[in-house]
């Protein structure tokens, strides 16, 4: 072939020009979230629960902690039983608790404190599990063998002794309440890491790598971390629910937030001591937190059959 | 697969070491004692009372004569439960913990099998929607929300169907029962059939498309016999190691189903130890916890080969 | 004469969540009494889910219209009972991989009384000796306790005559065989084969023979249909199809499929003679290589250990610009011999003496410098690339690595170079490997490789998951780079065919040990081992006629396991002491000829 310099470089420009955008994984992924009608709708609904909670707080004519003695568990003016004490009236849309204090916008300040107590407690065990299983994994033989050993231990001690100790040990305090579950939740995480890395490790792309001379730090950052990010993302979103769930175990035990502070978990279980006389106190928490746990179920689901599409 | 099973039990022993080593460090290590109270007590009695508990000597010590007591079975007294000891009311509440516990798994087993596998037959249809859906609640609403609600509604209303009364007693334990026990294993089994019947879904669908069932529809067997004898069995694989641990959580007690139906299970008192600092009553149960882990998480791995005859523990 | 099975306007669609993929379009089809069918096609062609439709099989997103009819009777999209009195009784099926293939909790023997019984109405005495029967009839030594087996315990070779006795017990008329060979090493695909042949003689069932390759069908087929994207290209006798084919691409298939008995390539690249200037020039030098695995084994409370001998003493030399074909069956040692060479294996004795420099103890940093020098290109071109990477970061992972000093437009530039140079469009630099097929991902497999300029590189069975025609496009590149950068190659490869027409020299291994080391004609022409000589008379040729007349040349025992010290010797049985764990003779290796060595071996 004979060709000019001119025309090489002009070949070049053109080549530049028409690079093709591959479609990354990712981007399927996140086609075949989009398409997943439940898991859409979660994701909507979830941003319209976080947002209210952040901003509604904010102009709403009641204050959280506002005692209302004259409208002492009260009914919202729409609610179909005819047998209720009172009637809140005004803009309580939820209703009063037992102290006549708005039950909407103590929802939403529940609501504030569940998922940050879901997200802080899940990063944790994220930090923890993914580091820790990553390298029982990738490094194998007696540590593996070692850590696992250690996880397995921790697996056969109950829950809530963990979560007992360490509220103790941590009198009461809000943000270490994140880190105790946190610090429990991250076992399943450490083995779904560890049994990734260990398969991935086995792949022939990790084994292209060495032969490339890639180091074993390299084809941690480089090949490893990116290919486990699919299902850890999965376990976390969760993880958050389940969370939740212990937060609001906690309290009923009544080792949760403290009065007037609230969360969903303290709010269920006020409405579960008084639901024969005002159900609803029981009902709305209970429903928005239902809510709220099935979107993130159903948006895991969701990411785990866009990441993963051979299992639907 | 008889000496991997002595393999593992002697495995197990310095595990469970481990365990109540950890556990005893970790009850004192939080602040607080037993004797602690708003009411103070005299010092001279306050001391006796910890020397009669040997609370008086330093920590290590108190961990030597433990193990001490513990090499011949004796969990020491409950500091909280005066004139009891730690093996009296293990004895006294495990029983009706584990009766609970397994009448729910046994229940969550036979719903969650049937629900997962209709699910998983009917794939992507209504049926399998709607089975997710009701699942999906029974993991989301905790127990302490649809234990009041069924009280409501079967205790405190009273329900009756073509003349029938639904009503239940809504607390108490009466000797076990059986009426008294179906609201406490409905509401225990409840998260577990939603689990169960997730995971059998999942596992089941997987199944299904694998090439041996192919093989055994090929081989023009009727639907029946490539569900049950070829299908479900490698389905119920996942389901087997869940159960060890699952079944070991729900032996010892539920504390809210205890507390809210008034049943003298081991989870109230286990409960209610943690957060009193009865050491010797926490670290009795933490024991028989630990101890049912490793056992059931032994036979779920022996049942696993033995459904499984690819599986084998003697390489 | 009524056909028995009579496929009519047949299309089977699936609805992916990509769009819907229409597998099989609009296909006709008949199957005669007694006659054997080979269908024939590559990867994606619609062959195999053209019966699985056809026998309602599909997957649970797959959908199948139109007529099939057996014996005039419409069976498409019947319902499932009706259908079930035809399946597995007069129409039966076998698959390709009998492993995952056979229901891993059942005994063999239960699964074939279980087809039995599904259809007649026999004691289960009656079905256990009927049983007993079928897998005499296929050939399976000791029946009575192979019944009782599960499919795990069996060997490759075994499983897939269970799968045949299961599909023949209850006497069917037509045995759909779907690339029942594909799985199975070459000398088995021979007894599977022979098995089949006789099964169609002496109960006179129609068979049905889907393949990919021509080899099996030649040897198999009265009729052929050759598919391509679920339509069929060209019909005929198989005379016809292959001696004169019409379509281009029947003709491009026969064209591509590598033959044993045309080792030159007629219009392809063929492989450059070696250079006799670099002659004494070695280039890598193996001595005594071992690589052996602990396997841990029984024993009550404390556990044995016993040595997986995956390559068991293997020397050789290459030079510069050689090629080193290295052929043998599954469980040979082969890739494991290729891995301890690219120090990506541990080895556990032997020198590596590489351009006369002792590496055997190199540290880190010197293997660093050493992967330069060597690379190797992976068999599944699809996991041999990180799926999250683009495949020009997979290209230039080595020269990152390897030459750090490289700029980054500098090393942009050299993976363009060398995609144009591996035949990839380089405005694809930013595409994924999902996005690519098979053939174009082991061409960014080859360009990762060549983009240090490696003295040598090691295909270890480069080309073999690729469908023939992309193979030939494959092997023609890895010639052509290798003229132009003078390099030596290891090809490491399952195929007989293949190795000859790339390899300057051809080893043999059996289970870890050399048998026969010689010159690519030699070892051919004139093969002295009786196990190489199993190996050759096994391959199948695109000629039906050579393949009727070919006298069957088989080995009888099956591979045998390397945790057994007695398995190398199954050739010099006078030299084996009868204990399993004891330490044995090793064949040794004579030279018969100037550069052909054998390894030693009982006459017969």
């Known amino acids: 072939m004979i060709a000019t310099g001119a025309s090489i470089q002009n070949a070049e420009v053109m080549m530049r020009a028409q690079v093709v955008q591959g479609r990354s994984l990712w981007v399927d992924a996140r086609n075949r979230l989009l398409r997943n009608r439940a898991a859409v709708a979660s994701m909507v609904l979830l941003g319209i629960i976080a947002l209210m909670a952040l901003f509604v707080p904010l102009f709403w004519p009641y204050a959280y902690n506002a005692v209302d003695y004259d409208h002492i568990s009260c009914a919202p003016d729409w609610w179909p039983e005819e047998s209720v004490m009172c009637r809140a009236g005004g803009l309580h849309i939820f209703g009063t608790d037992d102290l006549g204090r708005d039950l909407f916008v103590r929802i939403l300040y529940g609501a504030r404190i569940s998922l940050a107590v879901g997200l802080a407690a899940t990063l944790v065990s994220l930090f923890i599990g993914v580091t820790y299983g990553a390298i029982s994994g990738y490094i194998g033989g ?46 399943t995480m450490a083995r779904i890491v560890r049994g990734q890395t260990l398969s991935l490790k086995q792949k022939e792309f990790i084994e292209a790598a060495r032969a490339a001379g890639v180091g074993t730090f390299g084809i941690i950052r480089k090949h490893i971390v990116p290919n486990v990010v699919g299902p850890v993302i999965v376990y976390v979103t969760l993880t958050i629910p389940t969370v939740i769930l212990s937060e609001s175990f906690l309290s009923f035990l009544g080792l949760g937030i403290r009065e007037p502070l609230t969360s969903w978990g303290v709010l269920i279980k006020d409405g579960a001591d008084q639901m024969e006389s005002a159900s609803w106190t029981l009902v709305f928490p209970a429903a928005i937190m239902a809510i709220t746990l099935f979107c993130f179920n159903f948006i895991g689901d969701g990411l785990r059959d866009a990441l993963d599409p051979k299992d639907r | 697969m008889f000496s991997y099973a002595i393999r593992r039990f002697l495995g197990a022993i310095p595990t469970l070491f481990i365990i109540i080593t950890l556990g005893f460090f970790m009850m004192r290590i939080a602040p607080g004692g037993p004797f602690d109270s708003n009411r103070r007590l005299p010092p001279e009695i306050e001391h006796n009372i910890k020397a009669a508990y040997d609370l008086d000597k330093p920590v290590y010590q108190q961990y030597f004569i433990y193990l001490g007591k513990l090499s011949h079975l004796d969990f020491g007294p409950s500091f909280k439960n005066k004139d009891f000891t730690v093996s009296q009311l293990i004895a006294d509440g495990l029983p009706v913990s584990a009766e609970l516990g397994l009448s729910a798994i046994a229940l969550a087993l036979l719903l969650g099998l049937t629900l997962g596998t209709i699910a998983a037959l009917n794939q992507n249809r209504i049926t399998d929607h709607s089975v997710m859906t009701v699942a999906m609640f029974g993991i989301t609403i905790p127990n302490f929300v649809t234990a009041p609600i069924l009280t409501l509604i079967f205790g405190v209303y009273g329900v009756s169907l073509f003349g029938l009364d639904l009503s239940l007693p809504v607390g108490g334990w009466n000797n076990g029962a059986v009426r008294n026990m179906i609201l406490p294993v409905i509401v225990l089994a409840l998260p577990q059939i939603a689990v169960v019947s997730r995971l059998i879904r999942g596992s089941m669908v997987e199944v299904l498309r694998s090439n041996y069932v192919r093989t055994a529809r090929a081989k023009g067997l009727p639907n029946r016999l490539v569900v049950f004898r070829h299908a479900l069995r490698a389905a119920v694989l996942p389901l087997v190691s869940y159960l060890g641990p699952a079944i070991a959580a729900i032996l010892t007690g539920s504390l809210v189903v205890e507390t809210i139906f008034g049943i003298p299970g081991i989870g109230r008192y286990f409960t209610n130890g943690a957060l009193n600092r009865d050491y010797t009553l926490v670290l009795g149960v933490v024991i028989y916890y630990a101890a049912f882990i490793i056992v059931l998480n032994l036979l779920a791995d022996l049942l696993y080969a033995v459904l499984d005859p690819r599986v084998r523990y003697d390489q | 004469m009524a056909p028995i099975l009579e496929i009519r306007n047949l299309d089977v669609r699936f609805s992916t969540p990509d769009g819907e993929v229409h597998a099989v379009k609009n296909l006709d089809l008949a199957v005669g009494e007694g006659e054997c069918l080979g269908v ?176 099996v069908i030649a040897g198999m087929a009265d009729r052929v249909q050759v598919m391509r994207e679920g339509e069929i290209v060209e019909a005929g006798p198989v005379d016809e199809i292959f001696y004169r084919p019409k379509h281009t691409y029947t003709k491009t298939l026969l064209d591509a499929m590598p033959r044993l008995d045309r080792p030159m390539r007629e219009g392809h690249v063929g492989l450059s003679p070696l250079s006799t200037i670099s002659a004494d ?35 050789f030399r290459l030079r510069q610009g050689e090629t080193l074909g290295i052929v043998g069956e599954s469980g040979c040692g082969k890739s494991t011999l290729a891995r301890a060479i690219l120090k990506l294996a541990p080895k556990s004795d032997g020198k590596v003496v590489w351009c006369g420099r002792d590496v055997t103890f190199s540290n880190d940093a010197e293997v660093r410098a050493l992967r330069k020098e060597f690379q190797i290109v992976f068999q599944d071109p699809l996991a041999s690339l990180d799926p999250r990477m683009t495949i020009g970061e997979s290209i230039a992972e080595p020269l990152r690595s390897l030459k750090p000093e490289l700029s980054a437009d500098a090393a942009t530039q050299e993976v363009r170079a060398m995609m144009q140079h591996v035949g990839l469009e380089p405005a694809s630099i930013n595409r994924y490997p999902h996005e690519f097929s098979g053939g174009q991902n082991q061409r960014v497999g080859i360009a990762r490789a060549m983009i240090v300029k490696p003295k040598l590189v090691i295909c270890d069975e480069a080309v073999s998951a690729l469908d023939v025609s992309i193979q030939s496009q494959i092997v023609d590149l890895i010639l052509k780079l290798q003229a132009e950068f003078n390099m030596s190659l290891i090809f490491i490869s399952h195929d007989l065919s293949i190795v000859r027409q790339v390899s300057h020299r051809v080893m043999v291994l059996y289970l870890g040990r050399i048998v026969e080391l010689a010159d690519r004609h030699a070892i051919y022409e004139d093969p002295r081992h009786p196990y190489t000589r199993a190996l050759i008379s096994a391959v199948l040729t695109p000629d039906p006629k050579a393949e009727r007349s070919k006298s069957h040349d088989r080995l009888v025992s099956e591979l045998a396991s390397p945790l057994d010290t007695r398995a190398q010797l199954a050739f010099l049985k006078s030299h084996m002491i009868d204990d399993a764990d004891a330490e044995q003779y090793r064949p040794q290796l004579q030279e018969v000829a100037p550069g052909h060595f054998v390894a030693e071996f009982d006459p017969e």
Request: charged fraction near 20%.
């Open chain 1, 142 to 187: 007696r540590l593996d063998e070692f850590m696992m050993r250690f996880v397995d231990i921790l697996y056969s001690l109950p829950f809530i002794f963990f979560v007992i100790i360490l509220m103790v040990v941590f009198q009461q305090n809000f943000f270490l309440l994140f880190v105790a579950i946190g610090a429990v939740e991250w076992l």
């Open chain 3, 40 to 215: 024939v096609g590559e990867s994606g062609s619609g062959k195999s889910q053209l019966f699985l439709g056809a026998m309602g099989l599909l997957a649970s997103n797959g959908r199948a219209t139109g007529s099939v009819k057996y014996r005039g009777d419409e069976i498409l999209n019947i319902s499932q009972n009706r259908l079930n009195k035809i399946r597995g009784s007069t129409i039966t099926m076998i698959f390709q991989d009998p492993l995952t293939s056979l229901t891993p909790h059942m005994t063999v023997g239960a699964q074939i009384m279980e087809a039995l019984r599904a259809h007649q109405n026999v004691s289960s005495g009656e079905a256990e000796k009927r049983t007993l029967e079928i897998l005499d009839l296929v050939r399976i030594s000791e029946a009575r306790q192979r019944m009782d087996q599960y499919p795990h315990e069996l060997s490759g070779g075994t499983r897939q005559r269970v799968m045949i006795a299961m599909a023949t017990v209850c006497g069917p008329d037509l045995l759909i065989a779907d690339e029942p060979t594909t799985a199975v090493d070459v000398t088995v695909q021979a007894q599977i084969l022979d098995i089949m042949r006789d099964l169609q003689k002496e109960l006179k069932t129609a068979i049905v023979m889907i393949s990919h390759d021509m080899g």
């Open chain 3, 281 to 315: 020039q070695q280039l890598l030098n193996v001595e005594d290589l071992k690589v052996y695995f602990p396997i841990r084994s029984g024993g009550f409370l404390f556990r044995k250990t016993k040595p997986l001998r995956a390559v068991d003493g293997v020397s």
